[in-house]
Structure formats: C-alpha cells, structure tokens
C-alpha cells in the first residue's frame, strides 16, 4: 500500500542503492535530485489528497454498500445566518446530517450548535482555529485543536464526538500521531462541489448529481446564501431517485 511510511522506506532503499552504485558506477548528481524532487511531490500530493490515506486511514465512502445511502456533511459552522435555514430544511424533509463544526463557532454561536444537537444530527470535529496554517500544526498543536474542540462540545452534554475531518482537508505527520492520540475517525469525502467559491448554483448540484452513487459522502458548507437553494434541490432529487441521506456513522456501519 502506498502510504508515508512504505513510500519513505522505498525511497530511502533508492537513495541507498544509489549511494552503493555510484561507488562503480558514475551517476549525476541529477539523478539523486530527481529521486529526492518525487519523493516531495508524492508528499505533497499525499498531504492535499485526502482519498489517497498517505499519511492516515480516512473514510471516504462506503464503497461496499449496495443500499442507496449517503451522507451529506456541512463544514465550517454554526453559522449565524445559514446553519439554521440549513436545520430548517433538514427537518422539513426528515433527514440527518452531519454536522462538522469549528470550536470558535461553537464559542461564538451557542444556541445555534444546540439547535444541531436538538435535531438529533451527528457532530464532528472540525478543529477550534480552522486557521488557514493549520496544516503546519505540530503534534501538540494538533492535540491541542482537537481536545479543545471535543471539551466544548462534551460542555453541551454531547458525548465526545468521534469523528473528525481535517480543515481543507490537508494532513500530515504530525495530524496522523495526533489523532493516534485523540483516536477519532478521520472523514474525508468522495464529492466535493467547492460550493464555496463555486457561485453558480446549478453548477454545483449539476456537479454533485453526476457523481452521486450509493455510499457517497457530499462534503457541503453551512456558512452561504447559496447553500439552502442547493440544499432543497438536492433533497428533492435524493427523494425522486429513492436515495436515502443517513448520518455519517450510519453510513460508516452499514456492510
Ligand atoms: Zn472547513
């Protein structure tokens, strides 16, 4: 399997071999540039990538179901304004979604988060900061984000939530021993509209029906205009099509 440590391990045996040969036989110094120059672009592919697991096991999907579930997520609230036209779609509908909230949002708008929790919807962690560095955390950083996040939420009589995913969904080294501390589930995605910077909204749901198939995580935002307009449209086309949006450990448990 390609991973940070197996891919380390075959380019550190390469470098070796290198270092051996050169002593009969006459290499570049060009050679050992491009070995070193793949191996970075490998971690920073793995690092950006969450589907690719390099540096820590991520579910993505449920690839082996063959009932018609997905899981659609909302990132980055509560939001003041959009979180709750979002709850208020959910329940028309009488669906259960997984909400990924940041702690300072949390701190910021309370009776918000607990309108999250009321419905009945699954919470994940979605780091305290969610700073646009925070991909350069080290371990106790990281350890830091992700204890802080879970106390504010446990603070609100929710158990401590088990999932996690990763703000811009950058990994690392030092994410990866840190949830081996914390032991939550990473969550990644299999579809992702950018329903963010994306304005058109036809664009985004056209983009989110064409690669919908049983076992799909949609990775949606809770934080603008567009996001209720999108919402309702695609509840109307999981109902007409006869899939079924389930919360995320509902997916994650199903064979
Ligand atoms: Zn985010």
């Not at 690092?47 to 997905?70: D, E, L």
């Not at 709850?87 to 259960?96: A, D, G, H, N, P």
């Not at 962690?125 to 204890?147: A, P, Q, R, V």
Request: include cysteine; charge should be positive; charged fraction near 20%.
């Amino acid at each position: 399997m390609l991973n940070f440590k197996n891919t380390t391990i075959a380019y550190i045996a390469i470098l070796l071999l290198l270092m051996v040969g050169s002593l009969f036989f006459y290499f570049s110094g060009w050679v050992f540039c491009y070995v070193i120059i793949s191996y970075l672009i490998i971690i920073i592919f793995g690092s950006f990538w969450m589907k690719f697991r390099f540096f820590v096991p991520t579910f993505t999907a449920n690839k082996i179901t063959n009932k018609p579930y997905v899981a659609l997520t909302f990132d980055d609230g509560p939001h003041p304004v959009y979180t709750e036209q979002v709850l208020v779609l959910l329940r028309k509908y009488q669906i259960r979604a997984t909400f990924f909230c940041i702690g300072k949002n949390i701190e910021r708008y309370p009776d918000i988060f607990k309108k999250i929790v009321e419905e009945g919807h699954t919470i994940g962690n979605h780091s305290y900061s969610h700073k646009n560095t925070i991909g350069f955390n080290g371990t106790k950083c990281w350890i830091n984000e992700l204890e802080q996040t879970d106390t504010l939420i446990e603070s609100f009589g929710v158990k401590k939530p088990a999932y996690f995913r990763p703000p811009f969904g950058v990994t690392s080294p030092h994410l990866a021993k840190a949830i081996s501390f914390t032991s939550h589930t990473v969550i990644g995605w299999s579809i992702r509209p950018y329903d963010t910077s994306i304005k058109h909204k036809w664009a985004i749901l056209r983009h989110i029906k064409r690669k919908l198939k049983p076992g799909s995580v949609v990775l949606l935002h809770d934080t603008h205009a567009r996001i209720p307009f999108i919402l309702e449209r695609l509840l109307l086309f999981l109902h007409e099509n006869n899939y079924k949006a389930v919360t995320i450990n509902r997916l994650l448990d199903e064979k």
